[in-house]
């Protein structure tokens, strides 16, 4: 039975401002920890996105899972961006995700330390040509640093349903790389919107795909990319009934 709507909103009111209560406490209990060592900043992020999956499902009866073979070596991982909550399932499913992001996120309170801390890679979205140079060469740089590379190839969270054109960036960093790609699909923004208060319960679900291995040409990787994303997303929209 579904709940009251006005009752489901309050929970996700509630769901909502512990969430950043709990960013703020777990961000000041490790701290100390993640400056002497990165690895603490990883542990940080971790326990952040269990108890947002575990505080969800609690207070708003939305449920979440994680399909297909997580990957454990260095990859690059591209993912379908519908809202925060693929965000917080991808990380927390992988060893040790880093994203791109955008720059404006360092900035955020408590979150843009920590991203920096983990290997995010901030870019100026605004300024297209010199973005992707520079996300190319601070991948470069950062190496030395191993996890799974995560770029979201639309560029912006997308809403179920809504077509948007899959980026040139994805495909350079495959090409420049050399590893084998890793697609993920999701339904999640079915449940937790771009925007907006409300959560509805429900099954949320981040699905990692086949890896596409290296040596597709740049347009070839986009097509296939795309084709995979889209096609599984919708699959799982359609599974959760939208």
């Not at 060469?137 to 190496?143: F, H, I, L, N, P």
Request: positive net charge; contains cysteine.
């Amino acid at each position: 039975m579904r709940r009251f709507l006005p009752l489901q909103w309050v929970l996700s009111l509630i769901f909502v401002v512990q969430m950043y209560l709990s960013m703020l406490v777990i961000g000041l209990v490790f701290l100390i920890p993640a400056l002497i060592d990165r690895r603490h900043a990883h542990s940080a992020c971790r326990s952040f996105c269990a108890w947002v999956q575990l505080s969800l499902a609690l207070l708003t009866g939305l449920r979440t899972e994680v399909r297909g073979q997580v990957p454990r070596d260095e990859v690059l991982i591209a993912a379908k961006h519908q809202s925060f909550l693929d965000i917080i399932l991808i990380f927390g499913a992988v060893p040790r995700g880093k994203f791109i992001m955008k720059k404006e996120l360092i900035w955020a309170p408590i979150l843009g330390w920590y991203a920096l801390r983990i290997g995010c890679v901030p870019v100026d979205r605004g300024k297209r040509g010199a973005a992707i140079t520079r996300m190319m060469a601070d991948v470069k740089s950062g190496a030395s640093l191993p996890g799974q590379l995560i770029i979201y190839p639309q560029g912006t969270r997308v809403a179920p349903g809504v077509k948007a054109p899959y980026k040139v960036g994805a495909a350079l960093l495959y090409d420049q790389l050399g590893q084998d790609c890793v697609p993920v699909a999701t339904n999640v923004g079915l449940f937790w919107p771009k925007r907006g208060i409300l959560r509805k319960p429900g099954l949320a679900v981040v699905e990692f795909l086949p890896a596409i291995a290296p040596g597709l040409s740049n347009d070839a990787f986009t097509a296939r990319l795309a084709e995979e994303i889209e096609a599984t997303s919708d699959r799982l929209a359609a599974e959760a009934g939208r």
